[in-house]
């Protein structure tokens, strides 16, 4: 297992400045946990005595449920917040609902917001009470997901070695990214991990939903981090250059709920244009791969026959490997043993 004490981070908030030594970091711990995970005992008494508050103010299956399980594996007390039912709907603040959760003894804080910078906001209110709180962010507006590029970044170096995932295994490979990336924070964030691996990213969508302004998205942050890292990303507004000789393609939902105009002509000219279906993955190189961060609309990003072929899809390993991901993430942060 990897020492907690070697990781420098109390927050995870984004991934625009993680190194690659970081990510192997993670993806090592990750692997310790994805053994523990396949033993007839999954807990491990790392953070016994830990209180961790799951803070979704989204709706959220995959992402709520994968955080309280991994928490549970460590030993940690959970706690998980529902606000239809709380003290937002009389007017109770955000930063005072995270601070009525700070007097109960949280440890940890798994956010989510459909606002962009609430995780970042509740870090710095935990920083300015002189709290030891660490907070992770689990999706905020159309900025980041970290903890899912995380297991995305995972689930493609275990493809690649087993027994041994780490980033250098995804230099040179060519993925794709296809669909919604103007509201995706998933995008955002894998474009920052997956660069910092080495990879070869293509993004390919419609105009309307990959705008020109992505084709420089790592250039601005990239200069502030001074961490010298080659980055390789490209754009596409057809689908056939982004998937000609891909590793590995991973495609995107269509969130028709942050699309404030009408961005499409119709879901049926979408998959025409930009669906992933078996045909155009003969563009790819043989052993491609194809990934999901969920929930998948069948027959509009992905035909439903991809989605359910074990020697193409990985989106099964996916879900499985975000519990051991999300372990790695709050083992490091909450300094567990």
């Not at 807990?43 to 961790?52: A, C, Y």
């Not at 995305?152 to 295994?169: A, G, H, I, S, W």
Request: hydrophobic share 40%.
């Amino acid at each position: 297992m990897t020492p907690a004490s070697s990781w420098t981070r109390r927050h995870v908030i984004s991934l625009w400045d993680v190194t690659p030594a970081e990510y192997d970091t993670i993806l090592t711990t990750a692997a310790s946990f994805t053994e523990v995970l396949s033993r007839r005992n999954k807990k491990v008494p790392t953070l016994q005595g830990q209180v961790v508050t799951n803070l979704f103010f989204e709706p959220s299956t995959r992402t709520r449920s994968s955080f309280e399980l991994a928490a549970k594996r460590l030993s940690a007390d959970t706690l998980n917040f529902a606000p239809g039912s709380s003290s937002l709907s009389k007017g109770e603040t955000i930063l005072d609902t995270a601070k009525t959760y700070l007097a109960m003894g949280t440890d940890i804080m798994v956010i989510r917001h459909k606002q962009s910078g609430v995780p970042q906001a509740i870090a710095n209110e935990m920083e300015r009470l002189g709290t030891n709180v660490r907070v992770l962010n689990a999706g905020d507006g159309q900025h980041a997901h970290p903890s899912q590029a995380l297991l995305d970044l995972y689930t493609m170096c275990c493809l690649l070695d087993e027994k041994n995932p780490r980033v250098e295994l995804l230099k040179g490979k060519k993925i794709a990214i296809v669909g919604d990336i103007l509201h995706s924070r998933v995008a955002r964030s894998n474009i920052w991990s997956l660069t910092a691996a080495g990879a070869e990213v293509h993004l390919a969508g419609p105009p309307t939903l990959l705008p020109k302004g992505f084709a420089n998205f790592t250039q601005p942050l990239n200069d502030q981090t001074n961490t010298d890292i080659p980055r390789d990303l490209q754009m596409h507004w057809q689908l056939e250059p982004a998937l000609e000789n891909a590793d590995f393609v991973m495609t995107l939902r269509l969130q028709h709920e942050r699309m404030t105009d009408h961005m499409l002509p119709s879901l049926r000219e979408y998959h025409q244009q930009f669906g992933i279906t078996r045909e155009r993955l003969k563009l790819c190189n043989p052993g491609v791969k194809v990934l999901h961060p969920g929930p998948v609309n069948r027959g509009v990003e992905l035909s439903s026959d991809l989605m359910d072929d074990p020697e193409l899809s990985l989106i099964p390993q996916q879900v499985t490997n975000g519990v051991a991901v999300r372990m790695a993430l709050l083992y490091l942060i909450g300094g567990g043993r």
